[in-house]
């Protein structure tokens, strides 16, 4: 049997600014949740790296998103590697907006 897990409230949309990424922390793991032109989405909180460096304190570019310790690039929406393809995809999750909150779905 699979349990079904609540979405997660994140916050207000207006709270992120858009093209930027927020570090969110759940039951001490922690995700990195992208405002984009094209939408709201969320990946992992740390890359792939040695360094498991915080994926908010990277830079973004469009839907990419470049790690700011190793150099590394991913694609924010679908989480695959681009400058990499060694690196290992970032896991992503749904995010949903209602009445102006985000929920993180688990």
Do not use: R, W
């Amino acid at each position: 049997m699979i349990e079904e897990i609540e979405p997660i409230l994140i916050g207000e949309l207006i709270d992120i600014d858009k093209d930027s990424v927020e570090n969110f922390e759940y039951e001490e793991i922690d995700y990195a949740i992208y405002h984009l032109e094209s939408g709201i989405f969320a990946t992992q909180g740390h890359c792939n790296c040695e360094e498991q460096a915080f994926l908010s304190e990277g830079a973004i570019e469009g839907e990419e998103l470049e790690c700011a310790s190793c150099g590394k690039t991913f694609s924010i929406v679908s989480g695959d590697p681009i400058s990499d393809p060694d690196a290992g995809p970032l896991k992503t999750y749904d995010v949903t907006e209602e009445d102006g909150k985000l929920y993180l779905n688990l």
